[in-house]
């Protein structure tokens, strides 16, 4: 089944799942879950189709129900939503693609979560130097339109062997270059929700494609790739 569509019996059941959060009732509905889980697998899978239609993914990853209650003060054993990330293909494409379906806190979410050392300072750098082209791209209206601002956490003045006073400080200080579409319940349930996500994501590739041509050249514009 190539499913297009998020349900709302799959919404009637994550809301189940965030009152009901333990072991004994997610055994004794587990075969419920099972099927929504492979709706939201299909949904998924249709997702990356269209991607690929516009861009190479190398594989789409489900994340698993489970939650890594180990460090954490909140003990409750399931996570209350779905989610899924969508990989670029190869070195020479750059960035990711998320999404997160939960009854009331529905997002995707693109761009660079945590960068290496390399590549952050590699970002830094091109911004120190000129950050005309990077802001142009973000700051167009078809783009902001869908994707708003910038986001991501960042240091509070400089980083090291950067000046506080430059031009572009505010850029420069970012730890994170994320961009970030929030959805209401209404519009998640929509039959248009599929062709939304996979608008909101081909929107993005102008960002991804300069993005990806800082990440594999040096200052000089030249490739790092073999």
């Known amino acids: 089944m190539n499913n297009s569509v998020i349900t709302k019996e799959t919404f009637s059941f994550l809301k189940e799942l965030a009152k009901n959060n333990n072991k004994e009732w997610f055994l004794d509905n587990k075969i419920t879950f099972k099927k929504h889980e492979a709706d939201v697998k299909s949904f998924y899978e249709n997702v990356q189709e269209r991607l690929n239609a516009h861009d190479e993914i190398e594989k789409m990853k489900m994340f698993r129900i489970y939650r890594d209650v180990r460090f954490s003060k909140d003990k409750t054993p399931y996570k209350t939503h779905f989610a899924g990330s969508f990989s670029r293909l190869g070195a020479h494409l750059r960035g990711g693609y998320y ?49 708003g601002e910038l986001e991501g956490d960042g240091v509070k ?51 991804f494609d300069l993005m990806s041509d800082i990440l594999t050249t040096n200052l000089n514009g030249e490739s790092l790739l073999d």
């Open 99 to 147: 999404l997160r379906i939960k009854p009331g806190e529905t997002f995707m979410a693109t761009g660079f979560w945590e960068p290496n050392k390399e590549d952050l300072f590699r970002i830094r750098k091109e911004l120190e130097m000129d950050a005309s082209e990077f802001r142009s791209v973000i700051n167009k209206k078809s783009f902001k339109d869908i994707w």
């Open 157 to 207: 003045t400089a980083p090291k062997g950067f000046d506080k006073e430059h031009q572009n400080i505010d850029l420069i200080k970012k730890k994170q270059f994320i961009f970030v579409r929030n959805f209401k319940d209404k519009e998640v349930l929509s039959t248009s929700f599929i062709e939304e996500v996979d608008k909101s994501f081909k929107t993005i590739r102008p960002y």
